[in-house]
């Protein structure tokens, strides 16, 4: 069974940056579509960016296009997260979830496995 685990998190000042990784384990990645999600508290998780299976496709929330930019390397099973120009409205836990189907809404969420997340705040 495909295994996540989300590492790369910490608190950053406004402005910085973060890459955030998402490894997985028990199968090949190069089988499923990755999808990044956050969750601030007290807020509804929100999808933030999602790639294809080969990586050819990718979706942002409008909030972070320009900033975040999400790549795979499906030799080393991991997928990213880069994020740069960080705001304090970027403070959340941050999933990745991982899928056969690849959608190009970023928000979908039918993503079968799912990460325990990882904290990231934006603070100075």
């Known amino acids: 069974q495909l295994q996540l685990v989300e590492s790369g998190g910490g608190l950053v000042q406004p402005g910085g940056s973060l890459r955030l990784s998402c490894a997985a384990s028990?199968?090949?990645?190069?089988?499923?579509?990755i999808g990044w999600f956050r969750q601030a508290p007290g807020k509804e998780r929100e999808g933030v960016s999602s790639?294809?299976?080969?990586?050819?496709?990718?979706n942002y929330a409008e909030s972070v296009k320009g900033r975040f930019t999400i790549s795979r390397d499906n030799a080393k099973n991991t997928v990213y997260l880069r994020m740069n120009s960080l705001k304090p409205e970027d403070t959340a836990v941050y999933y990745c979830?991982?899928?056969?189907?690849?959608?190009?809404?970023?928000?979908?969420?039918?993503?079968?496995?799912w990460g325990q997340g990882t904290q990231v705040t934006v603070s100075s």
């Open positions: 790639i294809s299976h080969s990586g050819d496709s990718t």
């Open positions: 028990g199968e090949t990645l190069d089988d499923y579509a």
């Open positions: 979830a991982a899928g056969l189907y690849f959608s190009s809404n970023v928000y979908y969420t039918g993503y079968p496995y």
